[in-house]
């Protein structure tokens, strides 16, 4: 699944957090959170989805790049 980069940007922004802040929180790598932010990461897992929409409380349909 693509996940929409613009969407999770502005959720991090919202909440003050930097790129590596959110990283450490959902435990993933900065540079996964650069690809995913940039939509350069066509495929990303269940997994960092899961932890993206449980730790923003929003759900994962949400995240989904349409």
């Known amino acids: 699944m693509t996940l929409n980069g613009i969407k ?3 959720l991090r ?3 003050g957090l ?3 802040d ?4 959902i435990d993933c790598s ?3 959170i650069v690809k995913i932010e940039t939509n350069s990461r ?3 897992g269940l997994c960092i989805a899961y932890k993206l929409a449980t730790f923003f409380n929003v759900s994962i349909e949400s995240l989904i790049l349409k």
């Open 42 to 44: 066509k495929e990303t």
């Open 30 to 32: 900065r540079e996964i």
């Open 13 to 15: 922004k919202a909440r």
């Open 18 to 20: 930097s790129q590596l």
């Open 22 to 25: 959110l990283a450490c929180e």
């Open 8 to 10: 999770v940007k502005d």
